[in-house]
């Protein structure tokens, strides 16, 4: 049985392609030519969501400056919002790495968003007398300042769901760091032994360091709140009302909900894809971190026999096929591998930004899949590392102490009282002869056993103090 089929044009000649589609003839011609990733655009649900409220803004914007009709507008705002409430995303069908600076998505989007008007009205998809879509849908505007808009609003709701995932990790961090407040242990610099510290201080630093990170995060958010709308081809606002520019962000931003700026300078926003480089580049900071800290697990947690064995990650499955009983640190492995996935995404971006030509950049493509990546993955992997690690983190308080009290690393706490010369006669002689620095020190007759006592208290040890 053959399947129904339309007939389309472009510039290029005529088409059939399937009559049940929302997509039309410029999307067939992407499909054809970009078969790369086999990862759509409508993977992305925030990206359709941006695609669809930006259109939804510049029909109204185009309403209130006389350019479309109340019917026309209704009918492109109504399949918005059907967009937006979840519906179509199957029919974004485009590559995520795409030639031509992202034209096929901004068609896509035009051609599904006048199909669901179409039929929502009871036309005929592909019938455009009645709604065109590059002459209505996408009055006013270019795939050159939707494309880079859609980014940006997409890559703002994505961050809200990382930040929500950082938080709730550096919250996990925050509780295990009371939670092993009280455990004394030795502090390590260069993989040595150094100096007497608590867990709770060592898991405490985890909190800070992505609390630190939430905040660039912000900050960075803040900066691609700057939009390129009413730029049109190349910054001079060619085929749009001198007003259209502010009407539209105005009506964007109240649609959103997200504080949107109209670029001063189109010419200049149109080109310059320096936010999304700013963005990644806290995405690898984080990652960086993140990726230190998963390290830190993994050798702390390293043995049971052969290694640190100072903490216990959770055992989530079976390590080895052929070693019986072995548990691997999984969950920070993969958390350490997604780290590597972002640091390279960000090259990518920063060789795309750098790669722009003139009046605009051609690979936003390649910066938006890399960036939407960053961002999906990084909050899969906080939440992981929260759920299925740290939570369920346990002590081994006893080795842990007992290894604090019998550290060579002692003796650099009576510095202040016996010297450095006698303080290294104490910490070699600890470790030749396999004793304790207290006894060593007794023995010596360096310090009184009282006086040796109060320097060796656990809350002395691990903070300043009056000497």
Known sequence: MTKRTRREHDLLGERDLPADVYWGIHTLRALENYPITGKTIGTYPDLVRALAYIKKASAKANHELGQLTKETTQMITDACDRILNGEFHSEFVVDVIQGGAGTSTNMNANEVITNIALEMAGYPKGDYTHLHPLNEVNMSQS????????IKIAAVFAMKALLASMEDLQLAFRKKSEEFKDILKIGRTQLQDAVPMTLGQEFSTYDVMLGEDINRLKEATSLIGEINLGATAIGTGINTDIRYSQIVTDILSNETGLSLIAAPNLIEATQDTGAFVQLSGVLKRISTKLSKICNDLRLLSSGPQGGFNEINLPAKAAGSSIMPGKVNPIIPEVVNQIAFEVIGNDITITLAAEAGQLQLNAFEPIIAHSLFK????????????????????TANRELLEFRAKTSAGLATALNPYIGYENATLVAKKALLENRSVESIVLELGLLEEKKLREILRPEILTSPHTL
């Open 374 to 393: 960053s961002i999906e993955h990084l909050t899969a992997g906080c939440k992981t590392l929260e759920l299925n690690c740290i939570v369920g983190i």
């Open 143 to 150: 795939t050159n300042d939707v494309y880079p808009t859609s």
